[in-house]
């Protein structure tokens, strides 16, 4: 199947600065990308819908000047955490979805651990 | 509003028994659904849509519409099935973002 990757893997920081995890499609190219947030044992909740060449479309409830989301290309979304506070600690999942699979499937990143201290 | 339910946050057996995963949905219309599984430490990924009506790794799933459910079932659990597991809907014209219930996780002792 398709891969997603996402950078880093884990990241911390201090309270304050801004933080940037990038999500890639390795061998597809994916006009539609998805950003998640995940608390342990926890279901997926779903922050954003990432479209190429166009504004992030956010889920209600989460503040877009705060998560800046950037699709610059097709094989490439950012999801920038900007003046990051610790309860913005949580898992960050991104998903990409691939034209040229059945039912456009949606393929995951391994996720991105983000702590704040 | 479109919603998933997974009412089990824990479901625990053993080994060789049978499995049954409860998931209902809220969805004006017909939506897709499927059902996702993460082991640990490791990426989510897809386990069955109900488009495809398949077999993975010995898991079934059924859409019902009267009951709104598609719940996961396996008549003969492995540990290696010990995992947790999403439901997930996608609905129409909505960009094809996923609806993910809550999740449950699958224990199964030897």
């Known amino acids: 199947g398709a891969v997603v990757s996402q950078h880093p893997s884990w990241v911390i920081c201090k309270s304050g600065t801004s933080v940037k995890i990038e999500c890639r499609s390795l061998?597809?190219?994916?006009?539609?990308m998805f950003w998640y947030r995940q608390f342990p044992k926890q279901s997926l909740m779903l922050m954003a819908t990432?479209?190429?060449?166009?504004?992030?479309?956010?889920e209600q409830g989460v503040e877009k000047d705060k998560f800046l989301i950037n699709h610059a290309s097709l094989t490439l979304s950012t999801l920038t955490v900007t003046s990051a506070h610790p309860e913005d600690s949580s898992f960050y999942i991104c998903?990409?979805?691939?034209?040229?699979?059945?039912?456009?499937?949606?393929?995951f990143g391994p996720g991105t651990r983000l702590t704040v201290l | 509003a479109q919603r998933v339910t997974q009412p089990e946050k824990l479901l625990s057996v053993f080994k060789g028994a049978p499995v049954e995963l409860k998931c209902n949905y809220s969805?004006?219309?017909?939506?897709?659904l499927f059902w996702y599984v993460q082991y640990s430490r490791q990426r989510l990924q897809l386990l069955l849509r109900?488009?495809s009506r398949e077999s993975i790794k010995g898991f079934t799933a059924d859409l019902n519409k009267g009951e709104t459910s598609f719940h996961l079932k396996k008549p003969f659990a492995q540990e290696e099935d010990s995992a947790m597991y999403y439901c997930?809907?996608?609905?129409?014209?909505?960009?094809?973002?996923?609806?993910f219930g809550q999740g449950t996780e699958l224990s199964v002792k030897p």
């Open positions: 998903s990409a979805s691939d034209p040229g699979s059945s039912y456009n499937e949606q393929f």
């Open positions: 061998d597809f190219q994916a006009t539609t």
């Open positions: 990432s479209n190429e060449g166009s504004k992030a479309t956010y």
């Open positions: 969805y004006s219309g017909s939506p897709e």
């Open positions: 109900h488009i």
């Open positions: 997930a809907l996608r609905g129409h014209n909505q960009g094809g973002k996923l609806i």
